[in-house]
């Protein structure tokens, strides 16, 4: 499953983002992992949540982060959620290469059921209709 929290920059989705993460972790029975471009919401987080800071690895493209979502779920079996914020910095995408990532995350998260939370800086009508009833929160 793939939810995206979409909104332009400054709307809030991070916040939304990290209400959502520290609930689910209350009831998780696997693991979580939480993408960001840095550590600023480090103390955001409840300490049973992993933070990765994207920005620490040197990937230049979608397919490499793809990649790199794919290595984090190779080694953890127990891996249930992850949370990307800043998505479309993370992954680097501009608007017209979501959907694919999206699609990408899709197979994924059904081949080893994990589930994907996104925050991405775009508003609702800037979405393709193929990736409208994935949203969750638009602000």
Avoid: W
């Avoid at 989705?13 to 550590?39: C, E, F, Q, R």
């Avoid at 992954?91 to 290469?97: F, M, S, T």
């Amino acid at each position: 499953m793939v939810q995206l929290i979409v909104g332009k920059k400054g709307k809030g989705k991070t916040k939304h983002l990290l209400d959502k993460v520290n609930s689910a972790v209350k009831t998780a029975s696997g693991n979580i992992v939480y993408l960001d471009k840095n550590s600023k919401n480090m103390y955001e987080l409840n300490n049973r949540i992993r933070l990765i800071n994207v920005s620490d690895y040197p990937l230049t493209d979608c397919d490499e982060f793809i990649g790199f979502i794919c290595g984090i779920i190779s080694q953890d079996h127990d891996l249930e959620q992850m949370y990307l914020d800043s998505f479309l910095v993370n992954a680097h995408l501009d608007e017209q290469g979501v959907e694919s990532a999206i699609q990408k995350l899709e197979q994924i998260s059904g081949l080893f059921h994990v589930d994907f939370f996104i925050n991405i800086s775009l508003d609702e009508h800037e979405l393709p209709e193929s990736l409208k009833d994935k949203i969750v929160v638009s602000l």
